[in-house]
């Protein structure tokens, strides 16, 4: 018996084409990587250019 790979491209649930607005694991990732490079600039880069300590 040969072994084959199944080539279904749909992932693990396929009924999230049919939903409005769907996240999979790299938006989520993606967005919280940018939320948590925003907090590091406002939260420590920003006071220091503010104070002009950078410039």
């Known amino acids: ?3 084959a790979v199944q ?3 749909e992932g ?3 009924g ?3 939903q409005k607005l769907a996240f999979d694991q790299a938006t989520l ?3 919280l990587a940018i939320i ?3 907090y590091i ?3 420590f880069i920003y006071p ?3 104070k002009g300590v950078l410039w």
Do not use: C, H, Y
Request: proline share 4%; net charge positive.
């Open 48 to 50: 220091l250019i503010d």
């Open 16 to 18: 999230k084409k049919s």
């Open 41 to 43: 600039i406002f939260r």
């Open 1 to 3: 018996m040969k072994e």
């Open 12 to 14: 693990l649930t396929p």
């Open 7 to 9: 080539r279904n491209w």
């Open 36 to 38: 948590i490079f925003a």
């Open 29 to 31: 990732l993606g967005s």
